[in-house]
């Protein structure tokens, strides 16, 4: 839960079928997922800008033993990214009004970079 919201924040694998309760759905991934047509994604906003840039996400390989060291990096590089501000008023508005999803292609459910993404979202969004 984001403080101040009513609503949840919630990462998904984007090839899973959309939900009900997934509400404003953003692919946070820097390319498009692999294999994936537009228009079966459900995907409201594509947040290129919020990614891993192509360094961290290659340095990292989705290597259990290198994630905490990419979590920093990506958490250092978000503290940094000029579009991170305009990206945490568009979430704080979603979620004043209903639920919102992050959407990732990695295989990984619990070692990527949306799990980092939806931790930094909630330390700061206030």
Known sequence: MVKGAISILKIKR?????GGDDGYRILVD????????????????WAKEISPSHA??????HEA????????AY???LDTNQQ???????????????????????????INH?????????ENLV
């Open 75 to 77: 958490t250092d590089e």
């Open 114 to 122: 949306a799990v980092v993404l939806k931790e930094w979202i909630e």
């Open 30 to 45: 820097r390319l498009w997922p692999r294999g994936l047509a537009k228009e079966k994604a459900s995907i409201d906003y």
């Open 56 to 61: 961290i996400r290659k340095s990292f390989k």
């Open 84 to 110: 991170a501000e305009e990206f945490l008023n568009l979430l704080g508005g979603k979620l004043r009004v209903g639920n919102v999803t992050l959407l990732f292609a990695a295989k990984n459910e619990t």
């Open 14 to 18: 984007v090839y899973q079928e959309a």
């Open 65 to 72: 033993g290198r994630f905490e060291d990419f979590k920093n």
